[in-house]
């Protein structure tokens, strides 16, 4: 079983920046491919983005690509996600999402992770 833990979420203006970060229980995440995804109030759960151990398979849904970025810090065992450029559109709760490296590096949807973190809200005012 694999603990997810989510921070950085909070309220911004728009046009302005957030930073979320999400940490696994895991010692050591080499085996995971890692994810965000967000859900506003009525809708689906949609993709943000993903990426493996390595950053060298990354992928990022269409509404944010071009303004989101996710990295992760394998020393610090850490997945961040750079969200600049926010519009009232990207406010939702943010999901951190994981599961274990199987031969493909592309998932984006979500029934396809099996661990999840808590959560944390992201808002953005006009």
């Known amino acids: 079983q694999v603990h997810l833990v989510e921070s950085g979420g909070g309220l911004v203006q728009s046009g302005g920046s957030l930073r979320l970060s999400c940490a696994p229980s895991e010692h050591t995440a080499s085996h995971l491919i890692m994810g965000w995804f967000r859900q506003a109030p009525g809708k689906d759960r949609e993709f943000v983005a993903s990426?493996?151990?390595?950053?060298?398979?990354?992928y990022y849904g269409d509404s944010v690509r071009g303004r989101f970025t996710v990295t992760r810090d394998n020393a610090e065992n850490t997945m961040n996600l750079q969200m600049n450029d926010l519009e009232p559109e990207d406010t939702a709760t943010y999901y951190c999402a994981a599961r274990v490296y199987t031969g493909s590096h592309y998932y984006i949807d979500p029934g396809f992770y099996s661990y999840w973190g808590q959560g944390t809200q992201v808002t953005v005012s006009t």
């Open positions: 990426t493996s151990w390595s950053q060298i398979h990354t």
